[in-house]
């Protein structure tokens, strides 16, 4: 079993706050967290994210919430696989194969300028599923 041991940022927010709320989420999931519930996000040990964990603490407490980095080390290799599913990229990669195959079609009836731009944000799109392929 790979290592057990995963980042962990507990948090509340208050609901008053939908702004905040927002915010913190989609910050979540441009670094590619696990939820294992509501409140509770995963980084494998080690991931570089993690370390703006401390500054989502901050700004959580900042705005009246509660925040928590902690190590969930799960001991079973079933509790492994459960969280290791949190992290599962495929759907991601399906959509951008789907998006890749639309654009090949495209690309004899389109200006090369345009072209480069659809292939530049493909390759984009591809390097931010890769950094958040743990």
Avoid at 6 to 22: A, D, G, H, I, Q
Avoid at 37 to 47: E, F, K
């Amino acid at each position: 079993m790979p290592s057990s041991v995963f980042t962990t940022l507990v948090l509340s927010l208050p609901s008053r706050n939908k702004t905040e709320r927002m915010r913190v989420w989609r910050s979540l999931r441009s670094m590619g967290c696990g939820v294992l519930r509501d409140g509770v996000y995963l980084l494998p040990d080690g991931a570089p994210q993690a370390a703006r964990f401390i500054g989502l603490e901050s700004e959580i407490t900042n705005h009246g919430g509660f925040a928590m980095t902690v190590e969930l080390d799960v001991k079973t290799s079933t509790q492994f696989e459960r969280v290791r599913r949190l992290f599962d990229r495929t759907s991601d990669y399906a959509a951008l194969v789907q998006e890749i195959e639309s654009v090949r079609r495209a690309l004899p009836r389109i200006a090369a300028k345009r072209g480069m731009s659809a292939v530049k944000r493909l390759r984009q799109t591809f390097k931010t599923i890769g950094e958040t392929d743990f």
